[in-house]
C-alpha cells in the first residue's frame, strides 16, 4: 500500500472490533479503503463491509482498487449512517469504524484547496456539493465569529492578531488561495519552529467548513442505534478536540449501562508505524461495546 491509503492503527482497530465471519461491518469514513480490505479479509464470503464517504473521488478510486462485491460503496456523511444503511437494505451491523480527519489524498490533490502548499483557490470541502468553503468562511465570516473559529477548533491563542492580518487584506482584495492566506498568517505571527505557523488555523478552517464537530456528534449517536448488541465501535481521532468529544460520550454512556468502554486510555501508534507513516503521529483510538 501507498502512504495514500495506509491505513492508521489497523492491527489494534480490527483487534478490537473482533470481526466475525458472515458479520456487518460499517467503515463509516473509508476514504482509499485501507481499513475495509483488511475486514474483508476477516469476515469470509458472506460478510459485508458499507464503506462511506462524503468524497466522490476517494469512492471512486476505491471502487477500482476493491471491485468485491461484499463491498458496497455509498456517497454520503457517516452523519446520515442510518439512511444510508437502510438504502443498502441493511437493519443493523456487528461493527462500525470512523477514522476522522482529511486524508492524504485529500491533502495532496491541490487543487482541493486543503493544503497552505497550494497554489489553489481556497476550499477544503470534503463533499463537492457543500455550498459553504474555506474562501467563504475567510471572506464573508466577520471578525468575531473568524477569531471563534480559529480559538474554538484550532486551538489558535493568536486568533485576534491572525484575523486582524486578514481583515486588512481583505479590505483590498479577497484572499482567494491557500498559499495567499498562509503567506497572510505566517507575515502576522512570524515562524519559528517545524511546524508551518497556518497549520491551526487551516485545521480549524477545515472543521468549520466540513462541520467536523457537529457530524462526529451525530455519528456517534447513529452509531449506538445502528450496532448490534455486543456489536463495537472504534474511532481514530487526530486533534484532542475530537478525542474529547469521543472520550465523554463513552463514558456518559458506560455510566448509563449502554456501553462498555474497550480501551482504559487512547491506543497510539507504536515507533514502527509513525516512522513508516507520520501522519499517524497524533492519531489516538478508542472503542466501545454496546450492551
Not at 92 to 97: Q, S, V
Request: glycine residues 8%.
Amino acid at each position: 500500500m501507498t502512504t495514500d491509503h495506509l491505513p492508521v492503527l489497523i492491527r489494534e482497530a480490527v483487534e478490537l472490533l473482533s470481526p466475525v465471519e458472515g458479520g456487518t461491518y460499517i467503515d463509516a469514513t473509508v476514504g482509499l479503503g485501507g481499513h475495509s480490505e483488511v475486514l474483508l479479509g476477516k469476515i469470509g464470503q458472506n460478510g459485508r463491509v458499507l464503506g462511506i464517504d462524503r468524497d466522490e473521488e476517494a469512492l471512486r478510486r476505491t471502487a477500482l482498487r476493491l471491485p468485491d462485491n461484499r463491498l458496497i460503496l455509498k456517497r454520503g456523511s457517516f452523519s446520515d449512517m442510518e439512511a444510508l444503511l437502510a438504502e443498502a437494505g441493511i437493519t443493523e451491523a456487528d461493527g462500525l469504524l470512523l477514522d476522522l480527519g482529511v486524508s492524504m489524498m485529500q491533502l495532496k490533490d491541490l487543487e482541493r484547496g486543503f493544503s497552505f502548499n497550494s497554489g489553489e483557490r481556497l476550499d477544503m470541502r470534503m463533499d463537492q456539493r457543500q455550498p459553504v468553503s474555506a474562501w467563504d468562511v475567510v471572506n464573508t465570516y466577520p471578525d468575531k465569529e473568524l477569531i471563534r473559529v480559529l480559538k474554538e477548533y484550532g486551538e489558535e491563542y493568536r486568533a485576534p492578531r491572525i484575523v486582524r492580518a486578514l481583515g486588512m487584506a481583505r479590505q483590498k482584495k479577497t484572499i482567494d488561495t491557500c498559499s495567499e492566506l498562509a503567506e497572510i498568517i505566517e507575515r502576522s505571527v512570524g515562524r519559528t519552529g517545524r511546524t508551518h505557523p497556518a497549520t491551526r488555523t487551516f485545521q480549524a478552517l477545515r472543521i468549520e467548513v466540513n462541520r467536523e464537530m457537529e457530524e462526529l456528534r451525530k455519528g456517534l449517536a447513529a452509531s449506538l442505534r445502528i450496532l448490534k448488541q455486543g456489536g463495537r465501535f472504534c474511532v481514530i481521532s487526530y486533534h484532542s478536540l475530537e478525542d474529547r468529544i469521543v472520550k465523554h460520550y463513552i463514558k456518559e454512556n458506560a455510566q448509563q449501562m449502554l456501553l462498555r468502554p474497550l480501551t482504559k486510555k487512547p491506543l497510539v501508534p507504536d515507533a514502527t508505524e509513525m516512522r513508516q507513516n507520520p501522519s499517524s503521529r497524533s492519531a489516538k483510538l478508542r472503542g466501545a461495546e454496546k450492551l
